[in-house]
């Protein structure tokens, strides 16, 4: 690990005020530390956000509920208003790493992880993401693409996307706050989706984020109608990663036909994926195991899978169509 300098802000004023090129903010750490310790990040300097970012959360004025940047995600997952009125989110907080990273990781933290793509975590290796224009050795002939995208994804880079509570977020709606430099202290907001970004040609970049720019807070609606579910397929029964994830939102109404659906998946992009093609067929039509197939078939037919990761394609359609099956009155 490369020498850094270290400060304490104590305000997300203060935070800002103290980046500068190089630098990076810390919020629990899980991830950042290990890339450092990797060799793959080698910032000059790193500022400790911890105290300094909100670790509340509140209601909003519109009824739904405000998420502080530090509340550290076991918080977020026991909290008894996020239970009762957004289960969806809470189940994918406890789906993702161990209890101990839980207990350190951040809401902020969460949604900014870099992805888990061997290639880019072993600085030996050409990456993109990790090393601009050297190369992508995952588009390469016998390249290990089991855990790679099947959407979305670019000749300069195939990895995924690790957060389950990002997927969560995106299917619900969320809305995102950030600081920075160069707002005047008004800070934006980003929508989910909205905040991630497809690899393009500039794979290095994760987020829409700005040089500089903190994330303060998540937003969240007030609660969807109907009944929601999020459900993650994955090598082993805990601390890994999705191989594909779903999370659902489903209202149906007396007649037999959907009035609201929010699909989202994991596992297959860039980006946590919203399946705008899936929502579009199953809203307003007769809701069954026939119509969610043919939605889910319609959303893959927009998958490009790699040469080892085809079995995605499948395990997604089945996905979607078995938990939005399950969350029929």
């Known amino acids: 690990m490369r020498a850094f300098s270290y400060a304490r802000a104590a305000s997300p004023d203060d935070a800002v005020a103290r980046y500068r090129?190089?630098?990076?903010?810390?919020?629990g750490g899980t991830n950042l530390v290990d890339l450092m310790r990797l060799g793959v990040a080698a910032p000059e300097?790193?500022?400790?956000?911890?105290?300094?970012?909100?670790?509340?959360?509140?209601?909003?004025?519109?009824?739904?509920?405000?998420i502080g940047?530090?509340?550290?995600?076991?918080?977020?997952?026991?909290?008894?208003?996020?239970?009762?009125?957004?289960?969806?989110l809470a189940r994918a907080v406890l789906t993702g790493a161990s209890g101990q990273i839980r207990n350190a990781a951040t809401v902020g933290g969460n949604l900014l992880q870099r992805t888990r793509c061997p290639y880019f975590q072993d600085v030996s290796m050409r990456c993109?993401?990790?090393?601009?224009?050297?190369?992508?050795?995952?588009?390469?002939?016998g390249a290990d693409t089991e855990h790679m995208a099947?959407?979305?994804?670019?000749?300069?880079?195939?990895?995924?996307?690790?957060?389950?509570?990002?997927?969560?977020?995106?299917?619900?709606?969320?809305?995102v706050r950030v600081?920075?430099?160069?707002?005047?202290?008004?800070?934006?907001?980003?929508?989910?989706?909205?905040?991630?970004?497809?690899?393009?040609?500039?794979?290095?970049?994760?987020?829409?984020?700005?040089?500089?720019?903190?994330?303060?807070?998540?937003?969240l609606p007030p609660p969807p109608n109907g009944r929601s579910a999020y459900r993650k397929v994955r090598e082993r029964a805990s601390f890994a990663f999705a191989l594909v994830s779903v999370a659902a939102v489903l209202d149906v109404?007396?007649?037999?036909?959907?009035?609201?659906?929010?699909?989202?998946?994991?596992?297959?992009?860039?980006i946590p994926w919203r399946a705008t093609a899936v929502e579009r067929l199953v809203l307003g039509a007769q809701s069954g195991p026939e119509a969610f197939a043919r939605a889910a078939d319609a959303e893959l037919r927009a998958a490009r899978p790699l040469p080892g990761n085809g079995y995605k394609v499948t395990l997604a359609r089945n996905l979607i169509v078995s938990v939005l099956a399950e969350l029929m009155p």
């Open 128 to 141: 993109n993401k990790r090393a601009p224009g050297s190369g992508c050795q995952a588009t390469e002939p």
């Open 69 to 88: 940047a530090c509340v550290r995600n076991s918080d977020l997952a026991a909290d008894r208003v996020v239970c009762e009125r957004y289960p969806l």
């Open 253 to 270: 109404g007396a007649d037999g036909r959907a009035r609201e659906c929010r699909v989202a998946l994991g596992g297959v992009a860039h």
């Open 21 to 27: 090129p190089g630098a990076v903010y810390l919020g």
């Open 179 to 219: 600081t920075g430099p160069d707002d005047g202290g008004a800070g934006r907001v980003l929508e989910m989706p909205g905040l991630h970004r497809l690899p393009d040609d500039a794979p290095d970049r994760d987020t829409d984020l700005r040089p500089g720019e903190l994330i303060t807070a998540v937003e």
């Open 150 to 175: 099947i959407f979305g994804h670019s000749p300069f880079c195939v990895a995924t996307h690790p957060s389950d509570m990002a997927v969560a977020l995106t299917a619900l709606g969320a809305r």
């Open 45 to 66: 300097h790193v500022i400790d956000v911890t105290g300094a970012v909100s670790d509340e959360i509140s209601a909003t004025a519109d009824g739904g509920l405000r």
